[in-house]
T-cell receptor, first 112, second 114 residues
């Protein structure tokens, strides 16, 4: 039973345009969400997070949106750059458990 | 890089042999984790530790054991490796308070079981 789902295995976007990566979750106990980026042959690196008390968090070109009623979050990258090409994982956790559930990842390719 | 190292970085072994992977951190963080990453499955938690000698199972713990005899080291052991344990293994630490904590990952160990 996949509690965190990334239904798009891959996404291609033109440089300079917006990239939108989506993530759905099923467990209503999740109240803290994160996005990680992973390059080949490296460990995942933390990108941005959001608590369930917010519906938006922004950090430079990256914005995460949370829709609690739909159990859906999305990561927006604007403008997209070729260096953003990577696999993106979303993760969710109930606060205080220190245990994450990860999605299966979306491979983003930004075309120059 | 949050001061996390993993060794070895690459390992080829034969079915039935024991294998131990090491994770080392330099910053005395309490929580440490072992994940495996496989195509189509994302990152799955194998075991985690919340202190010296305090460990618990994750979602895919069968066939794996762990030990943490000191804060800085978290060992993952495959007692008798199987081909299904061919994977990339990542260690992670948790940093920050419970409502804003973040996990930081090591560089990974690529394991091939023949």
């Amino acid at each position: 039973d996949q509690q965190v789902k990334q239904n798009s295995p891959s996404l291609s976007v033109q440089e300079g345009r917006i990239s939108i990566l989506n993530c759905d979750y099923t467990n209503s106990m999740f109240d803290y969400f994160l996005w990680y980026k992973k390059y080949p042959a490296e460990g995942p690196t933390f990108l941005i997070s959001i608590s369930s008390i917010k519906d938006k968090n922004e950090d430079g070109r990256f914005t995460v949106f949370l829709n609690k009623s739909a159990k859906h979050l999305s990561l927006h990258i604007v403008p997209s750059q070729p260096g953003d090409s990577a696999v993106y994982f979303c993760a969710a956790t109930p606060v205080g458990t220190y245990k994450y559930i990860f999605g299966t990842g979306t491979r983003l390719k930004v075309l120059a | 890089d949050a001061g996390i190292t993993q060794s070895p970085r690459h390992k080829v072994t034969e079915t039935g042999t024991p294998v131990t992977l090491r994770c080392h951190q330099t910053e005395n963080h309490r929580y440490m984790y072992w994940y495996r990453q496989d195509p189509g499955h994302g990152l799955r938690l194998i075991h985690y530790s919340y202190g010296v000698k305090d460990t618990d199972k994750g979602e895919v713990s069968d066939g794996y054991s762990v030990s943490r005899s000191k804060t800085e080291d978290f060992l993952l052991t495959l007692e008798s490796a199987t081909s299904s344990q061919t994977s990339v293994y990542f260690c992670a630490i948790s940093v920050g308070q419970s409502d804003q904590e973040t996990q930081y990952f090591g560089p990974g160990t690529r394991l091939l079981v023949l």
